[in-house]
């Protein structure tokens, strides 16, 4: 018999004298020759890796125990092995000395012996057949990983190691300073100077042009309704939600009525009038907080150009009773509720900050309410994805606009509707759309409808299908510029890199790779995560300018909990950002500064800072902070000593400490290796019988010192994972987060819950450094 390999991970055994029995019309297998030389500018180990070997997930990696690589052309047989003085070994001694040894060659795909040779398939379903073999090596960290991501140039890692200085004092939550500031927040460094003028003048001609050369029969047709219809129009819950507010150890009971306002304090009590504190000064407002009246999918804020101290927040809501599994849903629905299910409505809500006279100071929440302007209501089915154009319109377009949004609706199309400015004195103002500026949709096929989209421009809309394709379109004039079979499956989030890289988009299909597409050589740039995934999750995929690179639910074939930021020149490596407590239902970058916010299914938000993440150095404690946490619990219908209905109880906490930004997965294993490395140590304190090796100490008691009590810290990891499993009341999960786009209000953030609560908060802290 043939010698054998001794790597079973690196090649099959098969004998080669074997013959196989093959059919009359199949050619006999061709065994290659291994007995070749090896190229000059390639060599192979002693265990037929290449020198170097590779780690598990296919990088390059060089291990401390790895061998010289060879320069015979033969390989050593497994069951020949010579010992020092020349004598052969045994087969069982040698077969016991490989037993221990490391095997590298694991889950790889089978070596090559030279280096222009192509490897042969593996045979083993084992052996992944997905792997990257790039420049970047897994256990690159800090500089080598900054120059491997954003060099070879100069310029671009000055700029990356400039941004991650600026923001290395602040772990978990942005500064609240302006672009002036030393360690203010800033626009985009990966755009030229003058960018954002540039794109806002452009969308202002757009705009004008838009309204000028079309025909009036063309253009967006709506008509105004009366407030008592319009209400009628838009989601309402039957009945009142009780808050539970302040900090935890005197929360008060306060009651929200729908779509009503409360100011909320640093403390997370609400404001009242005149408010004052213990040492005379006056309480300052950090957000508002109010009640939307149905479930809020989506959430989206206005861009403006220059500061605007209103904000405009729009927010795509559904009846609870689309949602309600207690409901039976009959075969024949009547003429009503066939109605009802068709009907939708997107809500615009303004914020106002304080007056500043300085125009590149942080804004600050007023103590004014948050106010419904109104909503634009339709008759295309449940509004699902909202996103306005990036681009603003600016001051100068006439009409005057909030700027263009896009709805996905669930009749499997996309709208673009024009959502004008109101005047105050038209507060609240409703309005039925009939006609949109534009619709998207694939009409020539069967059975294809729009399931997510994103901008790549003020006239590129980039959309995914039910089909697993993604299409370009032009907005003005309406026109299908491409159409690419992307994934295979539905495409469940898309996102573009705007604005630096705007024609590179990153999509998520329910099954298969996550995958990176640049639109501008769709033929040629294609790349995709190796790991088959399956996600039913929305709103987890998102584009951070930063730090050049997409923030999405870490792509795995198992469930996890962990948000992953893929670059987008290395988009087939992840590194894990933040972990999350419960299912992961969105996440939410900053586009001025690289903080992230992740929403969780037990009601809990968290902030990280991800650039400091990502170029952790060994040995430093990062931090995260879960911003509040939010308990809904449903009651049968009541009334209150006013009469009021009361739907529900929601509780808020808010106050938490920071805490460490890990896996709890690695610190159990971390923990675990540590006190086996305390119980070897221990083991070998003592003899063969029992007693303890040196010479004892002085004045020791007859039974020595006992040990002190340790902290039980694998025990409260176990909890953190189990809490990965805990189902939660469905309403109690948080359906949306968004950082404020625009440059002055970039800290303020926007999340809303399943409950019908909406949270927009100031999330900015103070630099105290000087």
């Given amino acids: 018999m043939a010698p054998r390999r001794s790597t079973r991970g690196v090649r099959k055994n098969y004998n080669e004298a074997s013959n196989l029995i093959l059919d009359d019309d199949d050619e006999s297998i061709q065994i290659p020759d291994d007995d070749k030389d090896p190229d000059d500018d390639f060599g192979a180990g002693s265990n037929g890796v290449p020198a170097g070997g590779f780690d598990g997930a296919g990088n390059h990696e060089e291990d401390e125990g790895e061998l ?35 095997n590298a060659g694991a889950g790889m795909i089978q070596s090559r012996r030279g280096y222009h040779d192509i490897p042969h398939y593996p045979l083993e379903t084992r052996i992944v057949t997905r792997v990257y073999a790039g420049p970047l090596r897994r256990y690159a960290r800090y500089s080598a990983l900054r120059d491997s991501m954003y060099g070879p140039e100069i310029p671009r890692i000055r700029v990356i190691w400039a941004l991650e200085t600026k923001w290395s004092g602040f772990p978990v939550l942005p500064p609240k300073a302006g672009a002036s500031e030393v ?37 967006q047709v709506s008509h105004s309704v009366a407030a008592h219809q319009g209400e009628s129009l838009v989601p309402s819950a039957n009945g009142e939600l009780v808050t539970l507010l302040g900090p935890w150890d005197r929360q008060q009971e306060f009651v929200l009525r729908q779509r009503g306002s409360l100011e909320i304090a640093e403390d997370g009590s609400p404001l009242a009038e005149h408010d004052i504190v213990t040492d005379d000064e006056e309480r300052r407002s950090r957000g508002w907080m109010i009640d939307v009246g149905g479930i809020p999918l989506a959430v989206a804020w206005a861009p403006f150009f220059l500061r605007n101290n209103r904000q405009v927040l729009a927010v795509a809501t559904i009846p609870f009773s689309d949602q309600d599994s207690s409901l039976i849903i009959e075969d024949n629905l009547g003429s009503e509720n066939a109605t009802s299910a068709i009907q939708g409505s997107v809500q615009f809500w303004e914020f106002v900050a304080e007056q500043d006279n300085d125009k590149e100071g942080m804004a600050t929440p007023s103590k004014r309410p948050a106010r419904l302007l109104g909503a634009k209501c339709f008759s295309w089915g449940r509004p699902k994805r909202i996103q306005f154009c990036p681009v603003p319109m600016g001051e100068s377009a006439s009409p005057p606009t909030n700027g263009v949004l896009a709805v996905l609706c669930s009749d499997g199309r996309v709208r673009v509707i024009d959502c004008k400015a109101i005047h105050d004195d038209e507060v609240p103002h409703y309005t039925c759309l009939e006609v949109p500026m534009v619709t998207f949709g694939q009409d020539n096929d069967y059975n294809v409808e729009v399931t997510c989209l994103t901008w790549a421009n003020t006239n590129r809309l980039v959309l995914g299908h039910s089909d697993g394709s993604i299409t370009l379109w032009s907005v003005y004039p309406k026109m299908l510029l491409q159409r ?110 690289p903080f992230i916010l992740v929403g969780c299914a037990d009601g809990s938000v968290f902030a990280c800072n991800a650039l ?37 109880a929601v509780r808020i906490l808010q106050g938490f400490l920071p805490e460490v930004n890990d896996d709890p997965r690695t610190e159990k294993r971390k923990e675990m290796d540590r006190k086996k490395r305390l119980e070897k140590e221990k083991k070998s304190k003592y003899t063969a019988n029992g007693k303890k090796k040196g010479r004892p100490k002085k004045n020791a008691g007859p039974e020595g010192e006992q040990p002190e009590e340790e902290h039980d810290l694998e025990g409260e990891l176990q909890e953190k994972l189990a809490s990965r499993v805990i189902i939660h009341e469905p309403l109690t999960r948080v359906t949306a987060v968004a950082w404020n786009p625009n440059t002055n209000f970039s800290c303020w953030a926007a999340c809303a819950m399943a409950s019908g609560i909406l949270k927009v908060m100031d999330l900015g802290v103070e630099d105290f450094r000087g």
């Fill in 183 to 219: 360690r203010g927040i800033m626009p985009s460094p990966w755009v030229p100077q003058g960018f954002e003028k540039s794109q806002t003048l452009a969308a202002s001609k757009w705009y004008d042009g838009y309204h000028l050369q079309r025909p009036s029969e063309d253009l």
């Fill in 68 to 102: 010289d690589p060879s320069s015979d052309g033969d390989v050593t047989a497994a069951n020949y092995e010579e010992d020092e003085d020349g004598n052969p070994k045994s087969a069982a001694a040698s077969k016991s000395q490989q037993k221990g040894k490391r």
């Fill in 484 to 593: 690419h079979g992307a994934h295979t499956t539905y495409v469940i989030d898309i996102c573009s890199a705007y604005p630096s890289n705007p024609y590179l988009v990153a999509s998520i299909p329910v099954g298969g790779c996550a995958t990176l597409t640049d639109l501008s050589q769709p033929s040629s740039e294609f790349t995709y995560f190796p790991v088959p995934a399956i996600s039913f999750q929305p709103n987890l995929l998102c584009w951070n300018e930063s730090m050049q690179g997409f923030m999405a639910l870490y792509p795995s074939s198992t469930p996890n909990t962990t948000i992953a930021f893929l670059h987008h020149r290395f988009f087939a490596q992840a590194r894990s950002i933040c972990t999350g407590p419960n299912t992961l239902t969105c996440v939410s970058v900053g586009t001025t500064h």
């Fill in 612 to 648: 400091q993440k990502l170029f952790k150095q060994k040995g430093e404690p990062l931090r995260k902070l879960k911003i509040f946490e939010h308990e809904y619990r449903p009651v049968a219908l009541a009334q209150t000593k006013e009469g009021d209905l009361i739907r529900g």
